[in-house]
């Protein structure tokens, strides 16, 4: 089977072509450092070719939601050590998702600061996870430009914390409304300094923030995750084709570890001039290797690598309830469904107690 063979990526041999997707699951502390029983965790899961961890805050500011770990000082950088070290000796390979929430965010997990954002534009018709309940969105605060060149700058030292962690690489979390993405959308976007206004202008932020990552390790140890067709978070494009077509070919200069493309996941009834499938609007543009995520099982997983229109796979949801998901797919076995209601925070339940096949 094509998902169990192994693969390279520059230097960095994955065992098979099965990637853990990155998922939040907000049980750090409050300091946003992880545990035990993140170790535990990813320990479990080491058989995946690669992990990409949940996503981590690269400064106090990225912050939106609670419990959300961090790679900004040196107590979280220590607690990231004993999850690599434990991954790695388990024969895994561990990617950091880099992650600033800009907008997505609230005061109320912020200790009463105002979220952040390209522009002061706020998400209309969803609501925000809270200690106190489901929140109305509030307008962010527009960053100057020169925050916009600190929060650059807070990517790259997230990346070289990542590195004294002990990662095989980064990920940049570029994808689902994030303030990366965040900046790349007219919808959210609406500034008028050189981070604004034309594609070019809109793909600034994201590029250069990639520069840096690039700066700290090799590039074919950075990636980046992009959800051009997932209007969530308010991320609306009049021309996703020309942004993400624009930005992909820059992508291609560096050139990168992988292209994590993140399928819709949403209808798309009232957008009829996006495009309808991310990975064959957006596939062909990379020249690199391409992670495609979103909705997969074993044969559609399958199926996508032996067209060539993908080299990896990675699996979300199914890897919160099958610790052994590579184990189930070389054996046909069935897979245990996730529990929604212990997705995001509490303690093991629903986090480490899923058993493998054998146990
Ligand atoms: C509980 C949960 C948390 C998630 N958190 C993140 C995250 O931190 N970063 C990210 O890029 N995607 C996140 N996602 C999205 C997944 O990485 C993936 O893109 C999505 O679940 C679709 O893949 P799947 O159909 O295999 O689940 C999360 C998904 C789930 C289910």
Known sequence: MKLLESFQIGSLKLANRVVMAPMTRSRADQQGRVGPLHV????????????VTEATNVSRDAIGSPLTP?????????????????????????????????????????????????????????????????????????????????????????????????????ELHGAFGYLPNQFLVDGANQRTDEYGGSVENRCRFVLEVMEGLVA?????????????????????????????????TRLNELPLAYLHLMQGLFPLDKLPSWPKDALATFGPLYRGTLITNGGYDRDRAEQVLKEGRAQLVSFGAPYVANPDLVTRFAKGAALARPDRATMYGGGEKGFTDYPALAE
Not at 40 to 51: C, E, F, H, K, V
Not at 120 to 132: N, P
Request: charged share 20%.
């Open 40 to 51: 535990r965790y990813y320990t479990q899961r080491a058989s995946a070719g690669l992990i």
């Open 70 to 170: 961090g790679l900004f000082d040196e107590e979280q950088v220590a607690t990231w050590r004993s999850v690599t070290d434990a991954v790695h000796a388990a024969g895994g390979r561990i990617f950091a998702q880099l992650w600033h929430t800009g907008r997505v965010g609230h005061s109320l997990v912020r200790g009463g600061v105002l979220p952040v954002a390209p522009s002061a534009i706020r998400i209309e018709g969803q609501l925000h996870f809270t200690a106190s309940g489901m929140k109305e969105y509030e307008t962010p605060r527009a960053l100057s430009t020169e925050e916009v060149r600190a929060a650059v700058g807070d990517f790259r030292s997230a990346a070289r914390h990542a590195k004294q962690a002990g990662f095989d690489g980064v």
């Open 216 to 248: 700290e390790w090799d590039s074919e140890r950075v990636g980046i995750k992009l959800s051009p067709t997932i209007p969530f978070n308010g991320m609306m494009d009049s021309d996703p084709r020309a942004l993400f077509g624009h930005l992909i």
